[in-house]
């Protein structure tokens, strides 16, 4: 075992999954919801971009449902990307199960 070859190829992976995640932060998911009610915009790396609301939700007499309504599509936007970016990084890494971010130390 060629302990230099392992380390270079460790930089080189790290390398890799950095790159992956400055372009999974620039990659977005939309999620509509309530019927295309409510969108939301969010980034693989989970930054919520946008959200567009249809007037005819807003009611003064029930702000809780639209409250809820708002806070599905931005937990679905989320989760979209979570999953899009776990399947990005297990193609790079080919499912050695490394934590996101890489290895420690690197």
């Known amino acids: ?3 230099a070859k392992l380390m270079k190829q460790a930089q080189q992976m790290q390398a890799g999954l950095a790159e992956k995640q400055e372009e999974l932060a620039k990659q977005t998911v939309d999620v509509s919801v309530g019927g295309d009610k409510v969108k939301v915009t969010a980034t693989c790396a989970g930054d919520v971009l946008s959200i567009k609301i249809d007037p005819s939700l807003v ?3 029930d702000v809780g449902f639209l409250e809820e309504i708002v806070l599905k599509g931005v937990r679905e936007a989320l989760e979209q990307g979570r999953e899009k970016s776990a399947a990005e990084m297990k193609k790079l ?3 050695l199960g490394l934590p996101p971010g890489g290895m420690p130390g690197f």
Do not use: L, Q, R
């Open 93 to 95: 890494t080919g499912g």
């Open 1 to 3: 075992m060629n302990i």
């Open 59 to 61: 009611d003064p007499d």
